[in-house]
C-alpha cells in the first residue's frame, strides 16, 4: 500500500464526515479509511 497523507481510522459516520470535511476544504492528498465495516460508509 503507497504512503496516505492522512489515515482515518474508522469507517462510520464519523470518519466519513472526516473525509467529506477535508474534501470540502480542498484538501487534494491521499486519504485512507480503516475499519471493520465490510461496506463503504454511508449516511442513513
Do not use: K, N, W
Not at 480542498?26 to 460508509?41: A, D, H, K, L, Q
Amino acid at each position: 500500500m503507497p504512503p496516505s497523507d492522512v489515515v482515518i481510522v474508522g469507517a462510520g459516520h464519523g470518519g466519513a464526515q472526516c473525509v467529506l470535511a477535508l474534501r470540502q476544504s480542498g484538501f487534494e492528498g491521499s486519504i485512507t479509511v480503516i475499519g471493520r465495516e465490510p461496506e463503504y460508509p454511508y449516511e442513513r
